[in-house]
Nanobody, 131 residues
Framework: QVHVMESGGGSVQAGGSLRLSCTAS????????MGWFRQAPGKERDMVAM???????????YYADSVKGRFTISQDNAKNTLYLQMNSLKPEDTAIYYC?????????????????????WGQGTQVTVSS
């Protein structure tokens, strides 16, 4: 059974940092497409960052313009854990952050950014940034 679960959210002042973790099980984590999304109050859920693998075992990353240069997505295959390091946080980063995977993929070689591309989601973790 596919399972992903986020942790690491919290409250921080503007300019601070947080690291979100997403533990995964039930699928081939080291080759699957993985993404971080967020949803602010009254807004749609949007992709923040994505990590995907090429068939050659190379991996690639994508970042939304709003977080580029401040957030870093990474994974530890030994721990089956995906991370989102968030630095220089701003009040507009306040949202519920979700980890998602398309557990059907392995080395897809594609960057896909819509919710429908992902088949399994965590419950979300709240990030609040105060000014």
């Amino acid at each position: 059974q596919v399972h992903v679960m986020e942790s690491g959210g919290g409250s921080v002042q503007a300019g601070g940092s947080l690291r979100l973790s997403c533990t995964a099980s039930g699928f081939a984590f080291n080759g699957a497409d993985m993404g971080w999304f967020r949803q602010a109050p009254g807004k749609e859920r949007d992709m923040v960052a994505m990590l995907w693998h090429a068939p050659s075992d190379t991996f690639y990353t994508y970042y939304a313009d709003s977080v580029k240069g401040r957030f870093t997505i990474s994974q530890d295959n030994a721990k089956n854990t995906l991370y989102l390091q968030m630095n220089s946080l701003k009040p507009e980063d306040t949202a519920i952050y979700y980890c998602a995977t398309d557990s059907r993929t392995y080395g897809s070689g594609r960057c896909r950014r819509t919710e429908d591309d992902f088949d399994s989601w965590g419950q979300g973790t709240q990030v609040t940034v105060s000014s």
